[in-house]
């Protein structure tokens, strides 16, 4: 039954205005529970993916299937998904937790149970959520940025280069918030240009350069050359090689 299955990717392509196909033809499926990364080079066509997930734009071709309803924008099925955008604008002046309720105000969300709390938990934000932000840390940024797309408790979780600045103590801290928030049989969507960055943090990869899917599977296993190939992973264009 669709309707149990987070994510279903069919024949999804994109063809730009300016005539550049940015993605060409990829079929995935995402199963409850997974920490899926999505890794490639920079202009491998992960943006342009996402952003077709979450009904930001239209497929030139193909179709995505979240939780069975068919994405669109504006859809309905799109409330179940919480996206992280990197560069978030947060106000300076006001704290984690009064950026977070004005943000979930502008969602016009208001009468759900936002569940702040447990999203400010998840993400290990602490006492820090009274702070004003322009205290933060670039990693705490980081994590109010998740916390805002997990606002919700949103069956999906989409995050687009979440790993972009931070160091590594930072990026093993998110990988706890992640693989925690998707331990509920929730499923996050990660992606990356950098294996290192999301190798301990997602549970199955797929490999994406210049537009088409290169691999897919368990991270040990593209990471142990399961296919029968010594997989480049962080230069899929020597994945034909061996
Ligand atoms: P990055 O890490 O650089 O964001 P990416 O894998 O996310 O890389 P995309 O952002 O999806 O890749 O971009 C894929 C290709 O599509 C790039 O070559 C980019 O220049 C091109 N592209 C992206 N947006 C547009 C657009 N609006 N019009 C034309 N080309 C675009």
Redo the contacts with the bound molecule.
Sequence with gaps: DLEDVPIVISGLSKR???G?T??DGISLRVERGQVLGLL??????????LRMLMGLIRPTAGQVRVFGHLVRPGAPVLSRIGAFVEGSGFLPHLSGMENLRLYWAATGRGRESAHFEEALEIAGLGAAVHRKVSTYSQGMRQRLAIAQAMLGLPDLLVL??PANGLDPPQIHQMREVLRRYASGGRTVVV?S?LLAEVEQTCTHLVV?HR?RVMATGEVRDIVAGGHGYTFHVDQPERAAEV
């Design positions: 730009y205005a300016s550049f940015a993605v490639g080079p920079n202009g491998a066509g992960k943006t342009t993916t687009d280069e992606s240009h994406m537009g």
